[in-house]
């Protein structure tokens, strides 16, 4: 199993993280977003429920992201339905951040995720 290293610092840094608070208002307010989003579409409540069609329309990544996607893709070997499950978890993530459109930072956790998800299973 691979555990990824942690920063010394991050660990060192008197600061106080989020609170359970701030994380849950932050969750609250992506749900809010997703509800608005698929408001039209019945049975679809969160991104978990896109269908290739919306994940494709709802999940658009710049050239940025669109190249992150596709390094992961052909160096980690995934699947077309773990394409589409990335990047649902992209647009969650980029919605946790209250940002429209998914951002690089987004893309790279949530492939990492997939990567962790996929060596714990194997």
């Known amino acids: 199993m691979d555990v990824p290293l942690v920063d010394y610092k991050a660990l060192a840094d008197s600061q106080p993280g989020e609170s359970s608070e701030a994380i849950r208002l932050r969750v609250e307010k992506a749900r809010a977003v997703q509800t608005e989003r698929f408001k039209g ?41 773990a394409h589409d499950r990335i990047l649902k978890v992209s647009r969650t993530l980029a ?4 940002l429209e459109r998914i951002d690089a930072d987004s893309v790279l956790e949530a492939v990492n995720y997939r990567t962790l998800d996929r060596n714990l299973w194997s």
């Open 95 to 98: 919605d946790l951040k209250g």
């Open 41 to 81: 579409h019945k049975g679809i409540h969160t991104n978990s429920g896109m269908t290739p069609r919306l994940t494709k329309k709802y999940c658009e990544l710049d050239a940025e992201c669109g190249s992150l996607m596709e390094h992961a893709m052909g160096e980690i070997s995934f699947s077309a339905r």
